[in-house]
Each structure stands twice: as C-alpha cells, then as structure tokens.
C-alpha cells in the first residue's frame, strides 16, 4: 500500500510501503491534503489554494473539483442497491469524495 508524503514546503510524494519514492505528484502548487481511492487508482489533492483536483496514479489531471475554499477531501463508499431481476438485488459499492470546506462544512462529490 502506497502513502502520501507531504513535506512542510508544499511539495507531495507518492511512497511505497518501504519509504521508495514513487512520483512528486501535484501541479508545482503546495499541496495541503491528498488521499487514494480504494484501488488507489487515482487520487484527490487539494492545494492551500483551496483548489481540488482528482487525478491518476500517474499524476494527470482527470477533473477539476473545485476551484477554492476547500481544505481537505477524502475518499468515501457506500453502498448501494441494484435491482437485478424480480427477486434478487445486489449490492454494488460506489465512490464519492467527501469535500471538507474552510469553514468546517461539507459536501459530497460523485465520481
């Protein structure tokens, strides 16, 4: 399992288990917060900007979240039903990333 490190200048690494530096990830600006998805197939960073990105594990830009005020976000699931046929359903799991504003707030994000 990889791990974000975010160093006191803003700069932010994705690590291995072992501390070997995988990627500087981010766009140049100091990163504030950044959290893996369950695959860790892609990833949120926020800026002290306040601006939100989602993005690969290769560090591209895949959405533009938000442009300010947000602090920190996070991965979240939950899981919802599907119904299949008449008499079974089944249970799928979903992503969502949980915006953790400024001012203390929150909002939810589907990805």
Same mark, same amino acid.
């Given at each position: &399992?990889?791990?974000?490190?975010?160093?006191?200048?803003? !700069?932010?690494?994705?690590?291995?288990?072992?501390?070997?530096?995988?990627?500087?990830?981010?766009?140049?600006?100091?990163?504030?917060?950044?959290?893996?998805?369950?695959?860790?197939? &892609?990833?949120?960073?926020?800026?002290?900007?306040?601006?939100?990105?989602?993005?690969?594990?290769?560090? !591209?830009?895949?959405?533009?979240?938000?442009?300010?005020?947000?602090?920190?976000?996070?991965?979240? !699931?939950?899981?919802?039903?599907?119904?299949?046929?008449?008499?079974?359903?089944?249970?799928?799991?979903?992503?969502?990333?949980?915006?953790? &504003?400024?001012?203390?707030?929150? !909002?939810?994000?589907?990805?």
């Amino acid at each position: &399992m990889n791990y974000f490190e975010i160093k006191p200048d803003g !700069q932010a690494y994705i690590r291995t288990d072992s501390g070997t530096i995988i990627r500087k990830v981010g766009n140049g600006e100091s990163v504030n917060h950044a959290d893996f998805n369950n695959n860790e197939e &892609m990833f949120v960073i926020t800026y002290n900007s306040g601006r939100c990105e989602l993005r690969d594990r290769k560090n !591209q830009l895949v959405r533009m979240i938000a442009e300010g005020n947000i602090a920190e976000a996070y991965f979240k !699931q939950y899981a919802s039903e599907v119904k299949r046929t008449f008499l079974s359903r089944k249970k799928e799991v979903k992503e969502y990333v949980l915006l953790v &504003m400024k001012d203390g707030s929150t !909002q939810s994000f589907d990805i």
